[in-house]
Every structure is written in structure tokens, then in C-alpha cells.
């Protein structure tokens, strides 16, 4: 059997001379070097979309996982499993049912502060959001209300940032699609809060990539910060007076870090002030800077390495240039009150329930979507990939709803829940048709694991046939609680 491979990070000799010019005093280059050769802890954060944190604790205890508070989250956890590796937690049922997410420490810090201080924003954006980790930690504390619109410049990882924000139960959501630096000028003064996690030259993500600083330069880290320097300008101009912007990196050196905030600061100097996140968490001020940022180098919480202001705007500020580009036409139009009532009727039979105070009812051709009714106001002055969710598609003799739907709106108490047991959810997650010992009393059922909705299905005699959509199918291994 042969030996494995032991973890080493690359750490070219001029990144290692810049990072010792920064380092506190109070910590060491070795301690860093070591740190930074040590896989990490692998963390997840309870979905309180879905569950409890008691509940989810009381779940693991049965599987013997062995969690460890996160400090700066009441939702996340480091995990210890027996005899198991971390690359198979993704294909845990809790997982694939949306009881947590897979998310690294550090990363939960950003949502942590820009809720700090009893911040509760109704309309949010996350600038740079795939593949989703924050945007679901954003909604969860939101608890699906109010509305974030999650901007993703990559348009591969837009398709996974809708897969994990479908998986995780979130409804109060809207996509785009764009470079950030455009919505300073296409939503002036729009947002009550703005995470901008900025794309970086993650010098802190070694811990989980050990050739993630492969390509490093001093010259691209230069690079990188003239661009983060043009989307904070565009996030501060997005964001409305009085609200809270928190900036973040995985990556180390000032110049992406505190230097870019300081270029907002001298920019704007009548405008915006610093929030200090010196009370965010018992143990906050082993990383805290003179600014009142917190700068995490990866052996202060053996985790990886962050970077996260939170700054607050102050007063109104001139507006961008109105972008050239033309939104075109939208294509969806409200329901009236009398058929939205007529399609409220017919989800409820189904155990599909929502708040139409906070949602409202729109529709393109047969397909009834559900919008979060505080992103309105934006419809026309930018496009959107996706908005809300699909709720449904009209036949001539009703609804057909749509997964996603299911997932995110299916009552706790619904009379159409239908438990299945392990061995069978692990057959529903790789999409075949399931053959319970007693079929459901109603011919149109949700099936349930663990009181969670897995989707709509349909009794044909003794057999349960799956409607999971395909691209949701896992062939591999799927596993009770590995």
C-alpha cells in the first residue's frame, strides 16, 4: 500500500518576503509556513432554512460526527467523522437534502459582519456570489425575506451558484449576470447592504489548494487590485446612504486588502467610515488591525487565510454615467388578484405555501414564477438570469409545480408528505423509481427524509416514480451519513 502524498504548499520565496513585511508582530513566519502546509479543518454550516442548529446537532450525535463551533457563526461547525475522508460529505443525504453547506471557516466571516451590530437589510447584493456559499448564509439570515440580487461574472458558475441556492431552499433571490463594476451606475443608491467578496489572488486558500499560488507575481497582485479598486467604487455607488458595505478577500497582502479600502476612504472621505468588527466575536481581536479590519493569517484560527472590512456609507455621493446598454423588454407580467388567488388555492392543496406579502405571482407564456415582490422596483433597469423561482407550469387541467418550488415551499405539517427511509433516498438521489413497502394514500405525494422535501412525485400502483431533475442526479456513491 503505497504511502500518501504528503501536502505541500507552494510558496514562492518573493510572495514569502512580501507576506514577512505584513506579518504582526505578534505572530511568526514559521507558525505561517507551517499552518499553511496543513490541509484544513473541513467545516459546513447548518441550512437554517431547513433545520434547526438543534436539531441538525441532534442528527449528527446519531452519525457520530464530531462538530466543533465555528466562533464567528452560530451555524457553522468544524466536523470530524470516523473513518471517513472529507471529499464524500457532499454525498451525504443531509447534504444533498439541503441540512448544511459545505463551507470553509473563514468564508462564513464576510455575511457574519455585514449583519453585525443588529443589521437586518431588506434588499442585498452579493457582487461576486458563485458558487453560492454566502448568498445562501445571506438568505438564511434573512430567512427567504426580503431580497438579494447574487451577481456571478463567470457564466459557467451561474448555473452551479442556482443549483446550490435550489438545493439550500432559497426563494428570495435574483440572478445577473454582469461584470460588478456596472451597478454603481444601473442601481444607484439601490441596496441597504452590499457583500463585495472580491476576486483576489487567494494567497489564503493554500490550505485547500496547495497550487494555488502557482502563478503569483507581485505584478498581477497589482493587477488584481486596480480592478478591486473599480468595484468597490461601483458597490459604494450602489449602495444606499446609511447602508453597510463589508469588503472581503482570501487573500493576505495590503494591497488588495487594507489599501483598497483606504482608496475608497481618501476617495470619498466625507462619505464613508469605518466600522470596527473589534466586538464581532470572542477572540476577534487576535486578527484585528489598527483600522478595525480583521486580517486572518491561517495559523490565528487554523483555518484559511481572510480579509474582511465593513464599512458604512455615510452620505450621498455624485452618481456614475447611466450605462449605454438597453435592458430590453421584460417578459413577464403580474397575475391579477383573482388568478393569483385561483393559483394560491391550487399550491396549497399540494402543501406549497408562501407569504404573499413578500412574494408575488408573474408569469411568461404557461410558466408561473414567484418574485420576491422588494426587487420590483429593479425590473427594467438591469437583466436578470433568473428571478425568484418557478413555481409552476398551467396545463388545461391545472398546475404542474416545479421542483425548486417543492424544495423551498412545501409545508412542515403538509397531509401530502410521504417518509422514506435511508436506503430509499439514496435511490430517490440517484434517480430511479423507488418501491416503498407501503405506497402513499394520494396518487400526487412529496417524498420526505427526515421531515425534508426531496420532490413531487407520483404513485403508479406500487411503485413511486421519480421527478428529480437530471442534472440534480448523482451517480456515485450516495451515502446515509458519510
Known amino acids: 500500500m503505497s504511502k500518501p502524498t504528503q501536502f505541500v504548499a507552494k510558496l514562492p520565496p518573493a510572495f514569502l518576503d512580501a507576506t514577512r513585511e505584513i506579518m504582526p508582530a505578534a505572530l511568526s513566519m514559521d507558525d505561517f509556513i507551517a499552518a499553511c502546509n496543513q490541509p484544513l479543518r473541513p467545516s459546513l454550516r447548518v441550512n437554517t432554512l431547513k433545520i434547526s442548529v438543534a436539531d441538525f446537532l441532534e442528527l449528527a450525535a446519531s452519525y457520530q460526527w464530531e462538530l466543533t463551533p465555528v466562533p464567528w457563526c452560530a451555524e457553522g461547525f468544524w466536523i470530524v467523522r470516523q473513518g471517513d475522508d472529507e471529499t464524500r460529505l457532499g454525498n451525504a443525504l443531509a447534504h444533498l437534502a439541503g441540512l448544511f453547506y459545505i463551507q470553509e471557516a473563514s468564508s462564513m466571516l464576510p455575511v457574519t459582519a455585514l449583519f453585525a451590530n443588529d443589521t437586518r437589510p431588506t434588499l442585498v447584493m452579493d457582487v461576486a456570489s458563485a458558487p453560492g456559499s454566502k448568498t445562501t448564509q445571506i438568505a438564511a439570515l434573512m430567512n427567504n425575506q426580503g431580497g438579494i440580487v447574487a451577481n456571478e461574472y463567470s457564466a459557467s458558475r451561474v448555473k452551479v451558484l442556482h443549483a446550490n441556492i435550489s438545493r439550500c431552499g432559497v426563494a428570495n433571490t435574483a440572478l445577473t449576470h454582469f461584470d460588478g463594476r456596472v451597478f454603481g451606475a444601473a442601481l444607484p443608491e439601490t441596496f441597504d447592504a452590499i457583500l463585495l467578496d472580491a476576486p483576489c489572488s487567494g494567497e489564503g486558500v493554500v490550505r485547500k489548494d496547495p497550487d494555488a499560488m502557482s502563478n503569483w507575481s507581485a505584478e498581477s497582485v497589482v493587477e488584481i487590485a486596480a480592478t478591486q479598486r473599480e468595484l468597490i467604487n461601483s458597490a459604494f455607488h450602489a449602495l444606499k446612504p446609511g447602508g453597510t458595505l463589508v469588503y472581503s478577500t482570501c487573500t493576505l497582502n495590503a494591497q488588495e486588502n487594507q489599501q483598497v479600502c483606504q482608496w475608497l476612504l481618501d476617495e470619498y472621505p466625507d462619505a464613508v467610515e469605518v466600522e ?104 427594467g433597469k438591469v437583466r436578470f438570469s433568473r428571478i425568484g423561482m418557478k413555481l409552476a407550469e398551467r396545463f388545461s387541467k391545472g398546475f404542474r409545480w416545479q421542483h425548486e418550488a417543492v424544495i423551498a415551499l412545501t409545508a412542515d405539517s403538509a397531509e401530502t408528505h410521504f417518509a422514506i427511509d435511508d436506503e430509499l433516498t439514496q435511490a430517490w438521489f440517484r434517480g430511479v423509481d423507488i418501491y416503498p413497502p407501503e405506497s402513499p394514500e394520494r396518487d400526487e405525494c412529496v417524498v420526505t427524509w427526515q421531515n425534508q422535501p426531496l420532490g413531487l412525485a407520483k404513485r403508479i400502483g406500487s411503485r413511486i416514480k421519480n421527478s428529480l431533475p437530471r442534472e440534480l442526479v448523482r451517480d456515485g456513491a450516495i451515502r446515509p451519513h458519510k
Not at 293 to 298: E, G, R, S
Not at 318 to 346: H, M
Open 276 to 379: 470596527s468588527l473589534a466586538d464581532l466575536f470572542d477572540g476577534a481581536q487576535k486578527a484585528l488591525t489598527a483600522e478595525g479590519y480583521l486580517h486572518v493569517f491561517p495559523q490565528v484560527y487554523d483555518s484559511e487565510g481572510f480579509f474582511v472590512a465593513r464599512l458604512r456609507k455615510t452620505a450621498s455621493i455624485d452618481r456614475l454615467p447611466t450605462p449605454g446598454y438597453k435592458v430590453g423588454k421584460f417578459p413577464f407580467f403580474p397575475l391579477s388578484r383573482k388568478d393569483s388567488a385561483e393559483v394560491i388555492a391550487a399550491a396549497q392543496k399540494s402543501g406549497i405555501v408562501w407569504s404573499d406579502q413578500e412574494m408575488a405571482i408573474w408569469e411568461r407564456d404557461k410558466e408561473l414564477w414567484l418574485f420576491p415582490r422588494v426587487l420590483e422596483p429593479l425590473f
